[in-house]
Protein backbone atom coordinates (compact mmCIF):
# COMPACT_ATOMS: atom_id res chain seq x y z
CA UNK A 1 0.00 0.00 0.00
CA UNK A 2 0.81 3.32 -0.65
CA UNK A 3 2.34 5.58 2.85
CA UNK A 4 0.12 8.50 2.98
CA UNK A 5 1.42 12.02 4.73
CA UNK A 6 -1.16 13.92 6.86
CA UNK A 7 -0.35 16.91 9.20
CA UNK A 8 -0.38 15.54 13.25
CA UNK A 9 -2.70 18.53 14.25
CA UNK A 10 -5.24 20.95 12.95
CA UNK A 11 -8.43 22.78 14.82
CA UNK A 12 -10.87 23.76 13.32
CA UNK A 13 -14.32 26.24 14.85
CA UNK A 14 -16.95 24.55 15.93
CA UNK A 15 -20.41 24.93 12.85
CA UNK A 16 -17.25 26.11 10.41
CA UNK A 17 -15.85 23.24 8.00
CA UNK A 18 -12.90 20.99 8.27
CA UNK A 19 -10.68 20.26 5.84
CA UNK A 20 -8.36 17.74 6.23
CA UNK A 21 -5.59 17.10 3.62
CA UNK A 22 -3.41 14.06 2.83
CA UNK A 23 -0.54 13.14 0.20
CA UNK A 24 -0.25 10.18 -1.60
CA UNK A 25 2.24 10.76 -4.70
CA UNK A 26 2.80 7.46 -4.89
CA UNK A 27 -1.04 6.02 -5.08
CA UNK A 28 -0.93 3.39 -7.86
CA UNK A 29 -3.92 3.02 -10.43
CA UNK A 30 -6.23 0.54 -8.60
CA UNK A 31 -5.60 1.82 -5.13
CA UNK A 32 -8.53 4.27 -3.63
CA UNK A 33 -8.13 6.58 -1.17
CA UNK A 34 -9.98 6.01 2.05
CA UNK A 35 -10.90 7.74 5.38
CA UNK A 36 -11.48 6.47 8.85
CA UNK A 37 -11.66 8.04 12.21
CA UNK A 38 -11.02 7.02 15.83
CA UNK A 39 -12.75 8.89 18.72
CA UNK A 40 -10.98 8.89 22.07
CA UNK A 41 -10.99 4.68 23.03
CA UNK A 42 -13.25 3.33 20.37
CA UNK A 43 -12.93 1.42 17.24
CA UNK A 44 -11.73 3.28 13.82
CA UNK A 45 -15.02 4.54 12.46
CA UNK A 46 -15.58 4.43 8.40
CA UNK A 47 -15.96 7.79 6.83
CA UNK A 48 -15.81 7.42 3.16
CA UNK A 49 -13.83 6.39 0.28
CA UNK A 50 -12.92 7.30 -3.35
CA UNK A 51 -10.99 5.71 -6.87
CA UNK A 52 -10.93 9.63 -8.51
CA UNK A 53 -13.89 11.19 -8.87
CA UNK A 54 -15.05 13.45 -5.58
CA UNK A 55 -17.40 11.56 -2.98
CA UNK A 56 -19.79 12.56 -0.96
CA UNK A 57 -21.73 10.71 1.68
CA UNK A 58 -24.08 11.88 4.95
CA UNK A 59 -20.75 12.40 6.78
CA UNK A 60 -18.52 14.06 4.26
CA UNK A 61 -17.23 15.14 1.22
CA UNK A 62 -13.97 13.60 -0.26
CA UNK A 63 -11.78 16.05 -2.73
CA UNK A 64 -9.47 13.53 -5.29
CA UNK A 65 -6.90 15.85 -7.06
CA UNK A 66 -6.57 15.31 -10.69
CA UNK A 67 -3.63 13.73 -10.51
CA UNK A 68 -4.68 11.84 -7.36
CA UNK A 69 -1.60 12.37 -5.51
CA UNK A 70 -3.59 14.29 -2.89
CA UNK A 71 -6.79 14.50 -1.79
CA UNK A 72 -8.81 16.50 1.76
CA UNK A 73 -11.79 15.41 3.63
CA UNK A 74 -14.21 17.95 4.60
CA UNK A 75 -16.69 18.09 7.36
CA UNK A 76 -19.10 20.71 5.88
CA UNK A 77 -20.10 21.58 9.55
CA UNK A 78 -17.77 20.65 12.52
CA UNK A 79 -19.19 19.88 16.00
CA UNK A 80 -17.53 18.88 19.13
CA UNK A 81 -18.30 15.14 18.26
CA UNK A 82 -15.88 15.39 15.26
CA UNK A 83 -12.78 15.53 17.48
CA UNK A 84 -11.05 12.47 16.70
CA UNK A 85 -8.02 11.27 14.96
CA UNK A 86 -8.47 11.04 11.41
CA UNK A 87 -6.59 8.52 9.37
CA UNK A 88 -5.96 8.45 5.26
CA UNK A 89 -5.03 5.03 4.11
CA UNK A 90 -4.65 3.96 0.67
CA UNK A 91 -5.26 0.61 -0.62
CA UNK A 92 -6.24 -1.77 -3.50
CA UNK A 93 -8.87 -3.73 -2.28
CA UNK A 94 -9.46 -6.13 -4.64
CA UNK A 95 -5.22 -6.87 -4.39
CA UNK A 96 -4.97 -10.54 -3.40
CA UNK A 97 -1.32 -10.53 -2.73
CA UNK A 98 0.55 -10.84 0.43
CA UNK A 99 0.00 -8.39 2.91
CA UNK A 100 -2.75 -7.09 0.59
CA UNK A 101 -5.85 -7.36 2.91
CA UNK A 102 -5.32 -4.89 6.09
CA UNK A 103 -5.59 -1.50 6.56
CA UNK A 104 -2.19 0.18 7.64
CA UNK A 105 -2.58 2.94 9.59
CA UNK A 106 -0.19 6.16 9.84
CA UNK A 107 -0.37 8.18 12.41
CA UNK A 108 -3.42 10.45 10.83
CA UNK A 109 -4.13 14.06 12.17
CA UNK A 110 -5.78 14.98 15.54
CA UNK A 111 -8.78 16.98 14.94
CA UNK A 112 -10.00 19.33 17.65
CA UNK A 113 -12.94 21.30 17.57
CA UNK A 114 -12.81 24.52 19.47
CA UNK A 115 -16.16 25.81 20.79
CA UNK B 1 -25.19 -3.24 8.46
CA UNK B 2 -21.43 -5.37 9.07
CA UNK B 3 -21.77 -4.76 12.91
CA UNK B 4 -18.55 -6.24 14.39
CA UNK B 5 -18.77 -6.40 18.15
CA UNK B 6 -15.91 -7.33 21.00
CA UNK B 7 -16.22 -9.01 24.28
CA UNK B 8 -15.43 -8.24 26.57
CA UNK B 9 -15.17 -3.99 26.20
CA UNK B 10 -12.53 -3.93 29.29
CA UNK B 11 -10.56 -6.34 31.38
CA UNK B 12 -8.47 -6.00 34.30
CA UNK B 13 -6.49 -9.45 35.14
CA UNK B 14 -2.90 -10.43 37.28
CA UNK B 15 0.11 -10.63 35.92
CA UNK B 16 0.75 -14.34 34.61
CA UNK B 17 -2.92 -15.08 34.28
CA UNK B 18 -4.29 -15.60 30.65
CA UNK B 19 -6.93 -13.07 28.91
CA UNK B 20 -9.41 -14.11 26.33
CA UNK B 21 -10.66 -11.49 24.11
CA UNK B 22 -13.79 -12.18 21.86
CA UNK B 23 -14.55 -10.79 18.01
CA UNK B 24 -17.89 -11.44 16.35
CA UNK B 25 -19.30 -10.33 13.20
CA UNK B 26 -23.00 -9.83 14.24
CA UNK B 27 -24.20 -9.92 10.53
CA UNK B 28 -21.99 -11.21 8.11
CA UNK B 29 -20.00 -14.00 7.32
CA UNK B 30 -16.22 -13.12 7.80
CA UNK B 31 -13.55 -15.34 6.58
CA UNK B 32 -10.63 -13.22 7.35
CA UNK B 33 -10.64 -11.18 10.60
CA UNK B 34 -7.54 -8.71 11.88
CA UNK B 35 -6.41 -8.22 15.41
CA UNK B 36 -5.00 -5.10 16.14
CA UNK B 37 -2.81 -3.27 19.06
CA UNK B 38 -2.89 -0.02 20.11
CA UNK B 39 -0.40 1.63 22.82
CA UNK B 40 -1.70 4.96 24.21
CA UNK B 41 -0.87 7.92 21.87
CA UNK B 42 0.33 6.04 19.22
CA UNK B 43 -1.46 4.35 15.88
CA UNK B 44 -2.78 1.28 15.71
CA UNK B 45 -0.78 -1.94 14.61
CA UNK B 46 -1.85 -4.42 13.38
CA UNK B 47 -0.64 -7.98 15.60
CA UNK B 48 -2.27 -10.66 13.25
CA UNK B 49 -4.57 -11.59 10.32
CA UNK B 50 -6.77 -14.52 11.07
CA UNK B 51 -8.67 -17.07 8.54
CA UNK B 52 -11.60 -19.27 9.40
CA UNK B 53 -10.31 -22.63 9.58
CA UNK B 54 -6.35 -22.04 9.41
CA UNK B 55 -3.55 -20.75 10.90
CA UNK B 56 -3.49 -17.50 11.61
CA UNK B 57 -0.45 -15.19 10.37
CA UNK B 58 1.17 -13.25 12.42
CA UNK B 59 2.85 -9.82 11.90
CA UNK B 60 6.67 -9.33 12.87
CA UNK B 61 7.70 -8.62 16.53
CA UNK B 62 4.79 -10.77 17.32
CA UNK B 63 4.54 -13.84 19.76
CA UNK B 64 2.04 -16.84 18.52
CA UNK B 65 2.95 -18.34 21.36
CA UNK B 66 2.18 -15.38 23.62
CA UNK B 67 -1.25 -14.18 21.99
CA UNK B 68 -3.15 -17.24 20.69
CA UNK B 69 -6.00 -16.64 18.25
CA UNK B 70 -8.87 -19.28 16.98
CA UNK B 71 -10.60 -18.40 14.11
CA UNK B 72 -13.24 -21.77 14.83
CA UNK B 73 -16.20 -20.22 12.60
CA UNK B 74 -17.27 -17.28 10.37
CA UNK B 75 -18.40 -15.31 13.10
CA UNK B 76 -15.97 -15.40 15.61
CA UNK B 77 -12.53 -14.81 16.23
CA UNK B 78 -10.70 -14.96 19.74
CA UNK B 79 -7.41 -13.92 21.09
CA UNK B 80 -5.79 -15.22 24.33
CA UNK B 81 -3.14 -13.24 25.68
CA UNK B 82 -1.41 -16.50 27.79
CA UNK B 83 0.76 -15.57 30.54
CA UNK B 84 0.13 -11.65 30.87
CA UNK B 85 2.82 -9.09 31.76
CA UNK B 86 1.93 -5.35 32.64
CA UNK B 87 4.00 -4.68 29.24
CA UNK B 88 0.77 -6.30 27.37
CA UNK B 89 -1.72 -3.68 28.87
CA UNK B 90 -2.90 -2.17 25.30
CA UNK B 91 -6.25 -1.37 23.21
CA UNK B 92 -7.13 -4.53 21.24
CA UNK B 93 -8.88 -4.11 18.33
CA UNK B 94 -10.37 -6.57 15.82
CA UNK B 95 -11.58 -5.89 12.07
CA UNK B 96 -13.50 -8.01 10.24
CA UNK B 97 -13.59 -8.09 5.88
CA UNK B 98 -16.48 -8.46 4.48
CA UNK B 99 -17.29 -7.25 0.60
CA UNK B 100 -13.74 -6.37 0.24
CA UNK B 101 -13.70 -3.67 3.21
CA UNK B 102 -12.59 -4.00 7.00
CA UNK B 103 -15.63 -3.10 9.60
CA UNK B 104 -13.86 -2.57 13.21
CA UNK B 105 -15.21 -3.76 16.37
CA UNK B 106 -15.37 -1.04 19.26
CA UNK B 107 -11.78 -2.49 21.32
CA UNK B 108 -10.71 -4.14 24.72
CA UNK B 109 -8.87 -2.24 26.77
CA UNK B 110 -6.67 -4.37 28.17
CA UNK B 111 -5.14 -3.56 32.06
CA UNK B 112 -2.44 -5.90 33.80
CA UNK B 113 -1.17 -5.18 37.09
Known amino acids: DAKTTQPPSMDCAEGRAANLPCNHS???????VYWYRQIHSQGPQYIIH???NNETNEMASLIITEDRKSSTLILPHATLRDTAVYYC????????????????FGKGTKLSVIP | GAVVSQHPSWVICKSGTSVKIECRSL??????MFWYRQFPKQSLMLMAT?????????EQGVEKDKFLINHASLTLSTLTVTSAHPEDSSFYIC?????????FGPGTRLTVT
Open chain 1, 89 to 104: IVRDPAYSGAGSYQLT
Open chain 1, 26 to 32: TISGNEY
Open chain 1, 50 to 52: GLK
Open chain 2, 50 to 58: SNEGSKATY
Open chain 2, 95 to 103: SARHNYEQY
Open chain 2, 27 to 32: DFQATT
